[in-house]
C-alpha cells in the first residue's frame, strides 16, 4: 500500500495523521485562529512521527490542504528476532517482512501475535496481541 491522500487542513483533529516533510505524523497539539481584518483563519499543528521521534510543526491557512498518510493497522506472528530486526509474517498474506525492533513495545518474542502498521512503504510494530 502506497502514499498519501489530500485533506483539508481545517478539519484535521487532535490524534489524527498528517504528513509533514515527508515525514508521517500523529497530531499532538492543534490551534486555530479566527480570521482578522486582514486575512483568512490560521491554523497551528504540533505532530510527532510515527516511524521515528521527531517533533514537527506545521502553520497554514485553514482553506489550505496536507496530506494524510494511508495508514493499514495488520496483524503478523514474529518468526525470529535478529538483533535490531524483527522477522513477521502477515496473518493475511503470509508474506514474510523484516521490521526494525521498536523500543517501546514490551513481550516481543518468538511466537507472539503484533499489530503493525504500513503507511507510506514503511513499517512499525504497535503492540503485542497475544502471546
Avoid: W
Avoid at 21 to 26: L, P
Avoid at 64 to 88: E, T
Amino acid at each position: 500500500m502506497a502514499g498519501t491522500k489530500p485533506g483539508d487542513l481545517g478539519g484535521i483533529k487532535v490524534g489524527q495523521y498528517i504528513v509533514i516533510d515527508g515525514i508521517a505524523c500523529k497530531v499532538m497539539d492543534y490551534a486555530h485562529s479566527k480570521p482578522g481584518k486582514h486575512g483568512g483563519a490560521k491554523v497551528r499543528l504540533v505532530a510527532v512521527g510515527i516511524f521515528e521521534p521527531v517533533k514537527k510543526e506545521h502553520v497554514g491557512p485553514a482553506s489550505s490542504r496536507i496530506d494524510i498518510p494511508i495508514i493499514d493497522k495488520r496483524k503478523g506472528q514474529v518468526l525470529a528476532l535478529m538483533g535490531d530486526n524483527v522477522q513477521l509474517m502477515d496473518m493475511e498474506s503470509y508474506e514474510t517482512l523484516e521490521i526494525p525492533m521498536p523500543d517501546d513495545v514490551e513481550g516481543i518474542e518468538s511466537g507472539v501475535e503484533v499489530e503493525y502498521f504500513e503507511a507510506m512503504d514503511r513499517y512499525k510494530i504497535t503492540r503485542v496481541i497475544s502471546k
